[in-house]
């Protein structure tokens, strides 16, 4: 719905002053290239944060809003600089928990080498606000443009780690399911080791999966295309507490989101070295190989089960907890 949302009212009205794409940022051409030269391109993203609760394991809204807006940049092959932050505050917020957000931005802003340049500050009346929303805008410089147009059939599909993290995380927390595990958002920066990959691997396309997990992310990209894509579920990895909760409460991980992990389309013979590169990362650990894209299945994204079944996966129809970034 959120998709025909966009589609049918947004992209209708804006038109010609809209954007182009549906991407997770827009490039941009700053001026006019010197005489041999291209122009230089810039990067451009927004996102706003409501997640509830404001504060989880592994992370907080803080956390989120930086690490989402420079992964959204990351993931179009930019180098990220600046961000701005708007923040609208419900009048009695407690001090010491905005405190401890704000906090958070600055340090996942040095992690990632980007400086807050510019902001601004709102409240609302008690009842309106939910505690705090964030939206955060980011500028980054195109380094490494995709090409997207390019992807064929033999390519591989990269995931750089767990998948469904965040989003189990929080459903479980937020639920008030009593289980015991350790179960913590992946919430994190990826403009580092992403810009590693790029420097050694031709990567065709990227896509941090955020709403949607990976399932959504893969059949937005298969979507209409004239091949597709075949993931083979022995082959993606799940952290054990995400495994163990997905099982037991009868949810699909790879419909869950993720804040931390970004999937990758590389040519067969850079696969091996790109995971490699990954996995010297700290958050690209479990990084691995988990399908390729094929002629066989045209317009769709199709899981090979461990059972030897086939599954067409789609994009997601209904959230299962919405709010979560």
């Not at 400086?115 to 929303?133: S, W």
């Not at 709403?211 to 004239?226: D, I, K, M, N, V």
Request: include cysteine; charged fraction near 20%; hydrophobic fraction near 40%.
């Amino acid at each position: 719905m959120t998709r025909e949302l966009v589609r049918d009212v947004f992209c209708r009205h804006l038109g010609d002053v809209g954007p182009e794409s549906l991407d997770d940022g827009a490039v941009l051409s700053l001026a006019e290239g010197q005489a041999g030269k291209p122009a230089p391109q810039i990067v451009f993203t927004t996102d706003s944060y409501v997640v509830s609760p404001l504060e989880f394991p592994g992370g907080d809204i803080g956390t989120l809003a930086v690490c989402g807006t420079v992964n959204d940049l990351a993931v179009m092959g930019a180098r990220p600089l600046w961000l701005s932050l708007g923040v609208i505050l419900e009048a009695g917020l407690e001090f010491q928990t905005l405190e401890r957000i704000v906090k958070s931005i600055a340090e996942k802003a040095r992690e990632a080498g980007v400086r807050i340049v510019c902001g601004d500050t709102k409240v609302v009346e008690t009842g309106k606000g939910d505690g705090i929303f964030i939206n955060t805008a980011g500028i980054g410089v195109l380094e490494k443009p995709l090409r997207p147009e390019t992807i064929g059939p033999g390519d591989k599909i990269i995931l750089s780690g767990t998948a469904g993290d965040h989003g189990m995380a929080l459903l479980t927390l937020r639920k008030g399911f009593p289980l015991k595990s350790n179960l913590q958002s992946d919430c994190a920066p990826l403009n580092g080791m992403i810009a590693d990959v790029l420097a050694e691997v031709e990567v065709k396309w990227m896509r941090d999966p955020t709403r949607g997990g990976l399932a959504t992310a893969l059949s937005e990209l298969t979507e209409s295309q004239p091949w597709g894509v075949l993931l083979e579920e022995g082959l993606i990895p799940l952290s054990d507490p995400v495994s163990g909760v997905s099982e037991l409460l009868g949810l699909d991980p790879l419909y869950s989101a993720n804040e931390g992990k970004a999937i990758f389309v590389v040519p067969a013979g850079m696969a091996e070295n790109a995971v490699k590169i990954l996995k010297k990362s700290p958050y690209g650990g479990d990084a691995a190989v988990i399908g390729a894209v094929q002629d066989e299945f045209p317009g769709k994204t199709v899981l090979q089960t461990e059972m030897g079944t086939l599954r067409t996966l789609g994009i997601l129809a209904s959230d299962p907890l919405p709010r979560i970034c």
